[in-house]
């Protein structure tokens, strides 16, 4: 079954009442396509498993992360433009510019009793092309709800700001004039000009989303999310750990082999930062004594990988014994083969008890520094404790006068 059907039934907890303007052009299980030929415009509406974390006190953060990996994805699309696009072979993209912002809107929005969140971008902004991407995502108890706006503009880019910037001007003499004020981007993206350019792609994917919310297209039959506690039990794997701000255990159960917890921004596929707990059995492994074994796991883990992938580099290294325990650390660099930009992860692994090896690790794109993440990396490690009721076996007084990543 399509997700077109299961979203007007209801059955992934969210209804979604599409306007009979959209005609489908996919739907698969947990993903559907809708274009509205008219209006230019596409429709994307999607579930995912991960859950967002749109606590209050967290808005900082969350703010933080859309710029960064908003940012991010801008850059990469113009790393891997179109040859035959208009702009110059040693042309740089607007992020070049810091003061500049690829993000127009970040709106904290109410879709019936829910909180939800809007977030409007540029994907592209050049001579010929301009591409704007709106966000409507709804947190719910099984996962996250998406509909993504796109409108595209290949021709007449720049009309709006000429225009706007035209208003600025004002005649000193027969042959000169001068701006009265200097104008932002945020001047040009102000919604007090989109009646003026409707077939803008901005005002189309402002008045999509807007339309979507008054018309009250969304709307969840479950309860609102609970938030999370800080330390989180996962009693399939035996332990429990807290994990670092804005990460939420994703909506697929958790398995004596696997958890999984997601850090979104701006989207459910991209902007993603991953923790993930991984166990594996192995009669052979010792908590103590078991380096060169720990060390050959974690390079043939950090090794797996697509075999597309490219640009692959790897550093694996063992640390100090900390609470009686064999540790070791990789680190790795990649380019994705799926096109979605520089990525890197980082792995921890020990033994917590003899045939059972334990695996943390954190993956996101390279514009999460390697700093931050491993010392996000470290505070998952230092709060891993067993079911026991023991303090973590892995936590080190050495560690916190020297942190090791500070020094990698």
Same mark, same amino acid.
């Given at each position: 079954m399509g997700l077109v059907i299961a979203l007007a039934s209801g059955e992934f907890g969210v209804k979604f009442v599409i306007p009979e303007r959209m005609r489908i052009t996919e739907d698969a299980a947990a993903a559907a396509a809708l274009i509205d030929h008219d209006r230019a415009l596409g429709w994307h509406l999607s579930i995912h498993q991960y859950r967002l974390d749109l606590r209050p006190e967290r808005q900082a953060l969350l703010d933080a992360d859309i710029e960064r990996h908003t940012r991010d994805l801008f850059e990469n699309l113009f790393r891997n433009r179109d040859p035959g696009a208009r702009t110059a072979p040693d042309a740089k993209p607007r992020t070049a510019d810091p003061t500049w912002s690829p993000v127009v809107s970040v709106e904290?929005?109410?879709?019936?009793?829910?909180?939800? %969140?809007? !977030? $409007?971008? =540029?994907?592209?902004? &050049?001579? *010929?092309?301009?591409?704007?991407?709106?966000?409507?995502?709804?947190?719910?108890?099984?996962?996250?709800?998406? %509909?993504? !706006? $796109?409108? =595209?503009?290949?021709? &007449?880019? *720049?009309?709006?700001?000429?225009?706007?910037?035209?208003?600025?001007?004002?005649?000193?003499?027969?042959?000169?004039?001068?701006?009265?004020? =200097?104008?932002?981007?945020?001047?040009?993206?102000?919604?007090?000009?989109?009646?003026?350019?409707?077939?803008?792609?901005?005002?189309?994917?402002?008045?999509?989303?807007?339309?979507?919310?008054?018309?009250?297209?969304v709307t969840v039959l479950e309860s609102s999310p609970t938030s999370p506690p800080d330390e989180v039990v996962l009693r399939e794997l035996e332990c429990a750990i807290v994990p670092p701000a804005r990460y939420l255990l994703t909506a697929r159960a958790p398995s004596k082999k696997l958890a999984q917890f997601g850090r979104i921004s701006f989207a459910g596929t991209d902007g993603i930062q991953l923790l993930t707990l991984l166990a594996r059995r192995d009669k052979q492994l010792r908590p103590t004594g078991t380096e060169p074994a720990l060390l050959d796991a974690a390079r043939n883990l950090a090794s797996d990988v697509a075999p597309e992938t490219q640009n692959l580099q790897i550093e694996v290294r063992a640390l100090p014994d900390a609470g009686g325990r064999t540790q070791v650390m990789a680190y790795r660099t990649y380019d994705d083969p799926s096109g979605v930009g520089p990525q890197h992860s980082a792995f921890r692994l020990f033994v917590p008890e003899p045939g059972r090896l334990l695996i943390i690790a954190i993956g996101t794109g390279q514009c999460v520094p390697k700093e931050e993440m491993l010392a996000d990396l470290e505070s998952v490690v230092a709060s891993w404790r067993p079911l026991d009721g023991e303090p973590s076996p892995v936590r080190d007084s050495a560690h916190d006068k020297k942190p090791w990543w500070r020094i990698w």
């Open positions: 904290r929005v109410r879709c019936g009793k829910h909180d939800a %969140l809007c !977030v $409007i971008h =540029r994907m592209t902004y &050049a001579h *010929g092309d301009e591409m704007i991407m709106g966000h409507l995502l709804v947190p719910f108890r099984r996962g996250t709800f998406e %509909l993504r !706006v $796109i409108a =595209r503009e290949r021709s &007449a880019t *720049g009309m709006r700001e000429s225009l706007i910037l035209g208003d600025s001007l004002v005649g000193v003499n027969d042959d000169r004039m001068e701006i009265v004020q =200097r104008l932002y981007q945020r001047d040009f993206d102000d919604a007090k000009h989109d009646a003026r350019f409707p077939d803008h792609p901005l005002s189309l994917v402002r008045t999509e989303l807007r339309e979507v919310l008054d018309a009250d297209r």
